[in-house]
């Protein structure tokens, strides 16, 4: 059986962090991709993904997601740890249950209605 791990090994590190503050698509998706490739390269350290966005392409979210969390060369996965900084909704709230340890700011809103 799988330990879960506690939220103190998964701190939230916004120095190593990208920032979903718009509708996801295929442009945020050229926009992140250099970001998260240079994260991952030089740590493999968790990457904090704030979100505030009202959603978008599931499509695009999964190619983010797996940009975050595939394996490297060296066959080592990504961990992310997401946090609603205000709005998570469709795509966003499913980029958010993605996380390895998911956080939502008091004031957050999320609106999920995937399967």
């Known amino acids: 059986m799988q330990e879960m791990k506690s939220a103190h090994l998964f701190p939230i590190n916004w120095d ?3 920032m979903i503050n718009e ?10 991709t250099p970001i ?3 994260l991952r390269q030089k ?5 904090t993904v704030g979100i505030d966005s009202l959603g978008g392409s599931l499509d695009s979210m999964n190619t983010i997601l797996g940009l975050l969390t595939g394996p490297t060369q060296d066959f080592k996965s990504g961990e992310i ?3 609603v900084t205000n709005r998570a909704y469709s795509a966003a709230a499913t980029l958010l249950a993605n996380g390895n340890y998911a956080f939502a700011l008091k ?3 999320i609106l999920y209605h995937d399967v």
């Open 16 to 18: 190593r962090s990208i």
């Open 23 to 32: 509708i996801i698509d295929n442009d945020l998706v050229h926009k992140l």
């Open 36 to 38: 998260i490739l240079s």
């Open 43 to 47: 740590s493999n350290d968790p990457i």
């Open 81 to 83: 740890i997401t946090v």
């Open 107 to 109: 004031h957050a809103k």
